[in-house]
């Protein structure tokens, strides 16, 4: 008599109430294994602490990590509503490369057809960047930035070697600066975004393969 393998859990993090809302009124439908949604507050030590936390529980031993949530757009031409999908993610303590970025924008073009999807990297901040910090970031080569994504996937590649990726919703871009998310047409067009982007994280999570220790 054979068994069936025990699927791996996937731990979707991201930091910011509405963010957070945003995931749980998305379809759940299609996930293979189980699925937690993290809330792990603001900013990147928050991130470290609860993604820590959690990785630590034996439940979540294998379990893929994708972060997300909101982000800044760096490079013109970026739009509230775009999608960006990191090729790695960078901070002051390193980088981290992110797995299956090809198979995640596939399936983000398939689930939300029209909208753009950028690839490159995603770069950390512990403070919220505007001005001419923008233009230095870009100058590294990164597209994207927003302070938990980076800290998220290093503390879970800590603990062992796992899938990891970082998908985010443009919120704010050079030419489309927002004061307030909730309250303007760019921040309500991307968590509409963020709401409908389940299917696609549940087949990256289906086909992604664990990496040989």
């Keep these: 008599m054979s068994t069936q393998p025990v699927p791996s859990p996937l731990l979707i993090a991201c930091a910011l109430g509405i963010e957070h809302l945003a995931l749980r009124m998305g379809d759940r439908g299609g996930a293979d294994g189980p699925v937690t949604v993290l809330r792990t507050g603001m900013g990147p030590r928050a991130a470290e602490r609860s993604v ?29 509503g775009d999608l960006v ?32 999807v950028h690839t490159g990297p ?5 403070h919220v960047v505007r001005g001419h ?10 597209i994207a930035l927003d302070m938990e994504s980076a800290a998220t996937l290093l503390s879970a590649v800590r603990t062992e070697p796992r899938p990891v990726a970082a998908v985010r ?18 921040g309500i067009s991307a968590f509409r975004v963020l709401r409908s982007v389940l299917p696609a994280f549940f087949e990256w999570h289906r086909n992604v393969l664990l990496p040989r220790r």
């Design 169 to 186: 919703v443009v919120v704010d871009a050079p030419e489309h600066e927002l004061v307030r998310i909730g309250t303007v047409r760019g």
């Design 122 to 126: 995603l770069t950390g901040s512990d």
């Design 85 to 116: 999908v990191a090729e790695e993610t960078r901070d002051p303590r390193g980088s981290v490369p992110c797995v299956g970025t090809e198979l995640l924008v596939k399936e983000l073009a398939r689930t939300l057809p029209g909208r753009t």
């Design 52 to 80: 820590t936390r959690v990785l630590a529980d034996p439940v979540f031993a294998g379990a893929a990590v994708l972060a997300t949530g909101f982000c800044a757009g760096l490079a013109p031409g970026m739009h509230p």
């Design 133 to 142: 910090e923008r233009a230095d970031l870009l100058a590294t080569g990164a």
